[in-house]
């Protein structure tokens, strides 16, 4: 067993007692550390020189990736901080981290000693209680997309009141991060909205009314993909439909330019089925 592959598999940073009890000799490690294969973050610790930087960095201060930071060491989607956040105990006041904004929380379910990221019930309460409601929405339900959470487990633990929220808003048909902030942020056209509908041979990311169309590029919308999406937004245009596609920033960041074009869409009354479609020639 190779000292070095090991400690990758484990996320690149571990306790010197994980070595130590999978058999790694001491002499073993002091060699890598040497040269320059192996760094101690912190007395008891080690880390890969390749290792991923953040999380050193909680291995330096003694914290967990948690909320933001922590879905994303999970592979979840979340909209990015420009500082990471992590976890510490309730009454650790003297943590200092540069470059992050540290939550002094009691987990839901019980910090594992030697773990650097937070169990993914933690990470997703908190991020209830510290993001935007539609990012937070997102979040959990990028874990839900993966089957990494279970609502009725979710339902049996004492979350709060905001996470609660989250949880009762969660849809099974989010098919991206991004399409988490759209229904709730429409619900007051008061028009039926249908998230991943079927038209033309593909799915549409969402139908409002009978034949408004938006759909929602991310950022793997390039080369093959974008030429096929251009195809069908034509076949969609040619089939009666009108096509709103925005990108992530606008979804984002700058949400109001999406609900204009929306709002405007309705105003003429694109959302609706022709009732006197005009005959093929005239």
């Not at 070595?19 to 040497?34: H, K, M, T």
């Not at 399409?179 to 799915?203: D, M, N, Y």
């Not at 009314?209 to 999406?229: C, F, K, N, P, S």
């Amino acid at each position: 067993m190779d000292l070095l592959p090991w400690i990758m598999t484990r996320g690149g940073v571990v306790r010197s007692a994980a070595l130590a009890a999978s058999g790694f000799r001491q002499r073993e490690i002091q060699r890598a550390v040497d040269a320059g294969w192996l760094l101690r973050p912190r007395g008891g610790w080690v880390a890969a020189h390749n290792a991923d930087p953040v999380r050193v960095a909680a291995a330096r201060a003694g914290v967990l990736l948690t909320c933001v930071t922590g879905a994303q060491q999970l592979g979840l989607w979340a909209v990015a901080d420009e500082v990471a956040h992590v976890a510490a105990p309730p009454h650790s006041g003297s943590v200092k981290v540069v470059n992050a904004r540290v939550h002094w929380c009691r987990p839901l379910v019980p910090r594992p000693p030697g773990a650097l990221v937070d169990p993914i019930e933690n990470v997703l309460t908190t991020l209830a209680a510290c993001r935007p409601f539609e990012a937070a929405l997102a979040t959990w339900e990028s874990a839900e997309r993966q089957g990494l959470i279970d609502r009725a487990t979710l339902a049996r633990l004492p979350i709060s009141a905001i996470a609660q929220e989250v949880l009762d808003a969660m849809a099974s048909f989010s098919d991206s991060g991004l399409e988490s902030f759209v229904v709730p942020r429409l619900t007051w056209l008061r028009l039926p909205i249908f998230p991943q509908t079927w038209i033309a041979g593909h799915r549409v990311d969402f139908l409002i009314g009978d034949r408004l169309v938006l759909q929602i590029d991310g950022a793997h919308h390039t080369g093959r993909q974008r030429e096929q999406d251009i195809a069908h937004d034509a076949q969609l245009m040619l089939l009666g439909y009108h096509v709103v596609r925005v990108g992530y920033g606008q979804v984002v960041d700058r949400w109001h330019e999406v609900q204009d074009m929306i709002m405007r869409a309705v105003a003429q009354g694109l959302h609706l089925a022709a009732s006197h479609p005009r005959p093929v020639g005239a």
